[in-house]
């Protein structure tokens, strides 16, 4: 039987929207969630402005299990958790739950190593000008590592698009959806060779912009 590609153009569009939305609402919640992880992480750590140890371990520790475990993995053990938030374990909106869990301590490791970067003589210069912690952080630490700020960013997001690929392998929708019951399951080839290069375009498209605007803040 030939392969129907009226049928699966309609649904390569859908696949791509599918896997924008997933990415995009993933990458802006893990922000929210990494982004202050990571700061935590860096001020509490021993020798730093705002040092606690018991914060800091707890914390190391938590994220540290989370980046063990692999998304597929991941994907499979919050199904329960999934269920309760979306009241289902499959498609487009489930698929999100699991990239969050995923993305958020990876992208709060990537904060902590950038702001880590920082020289930590601006951090002593501060406090001989009188700054309080909240304005070494705000005024001089994320500052100076914004450049590298927005590289994580661009890492992560890169990260993201082939989580929401894997996703497809248990019903996530988006483009590994379609690579996996067209390509594989139906020995596809031609099918899984454009979600592929779909995916390669956009994780370009992504990297090259993420390379523009460090650069361009880099040179401020």
Do not use: C
Request: no cysteine; net charge neutral.
């Amino acid at each position: 039987m030939a392969f129907d590609w009226t049928v699966f153009w309609p649904q390569l569009v859908d696949g791509t929207i599918a896997t924008f939305i997933m990415v995009l609402v993933s990458l802006v919640f893990s922000i929210l969630i990494g982004f202050p992880l990571g700061v935590v992480l860096v001020v509490t750590r021993p020798g730093h402005i705002l040092e606690n140890r018991t914060l800091f371990t707890i914390l190391n520790a938590i994220i540290n299990i989370f980046r063990s475990v692999p998304f597929i993995i991941l994907l499979v053990a919050i199904i329960p958790f999934t269920r309760l938030v979306t009241g289902s374990s499959i498609g487009t909106v489930a698929a999100i739950v699991p990239l969050i869990f995923y993305a958020a301590p990876y992208f709060g490791r990537l904060v902590e190593n950038s702001l880590l970067e920082v020289d930590s003589g601006v951090i002593e210069a501060a406090k001989v000008m009188g700054a309080t912690p909240w304005q070494i952080i705000w005024r001089f630490l994320l500052p100076e590592a914004l450049s590298s700020l927005i590289l994580a960013a661009t890492i992560a997001t890169i990260g993201l698009i082939g989580a929401s690929a894997m996703a497809g392998a248990v019903g996530g929708g988006g483009l590994g959806d379609l690579a996996i019951t067209y390509g594989y399951n139906q020995f596809e080839v031609r099918v899984v060779v454009i979600t592929v290069l779909l995916l390669i375009i956009l994780v370009q498209l992504v990297q090259s912009l993420g390379n523009y605007f460090a650069q361009t803040v880099r040179r401020k």
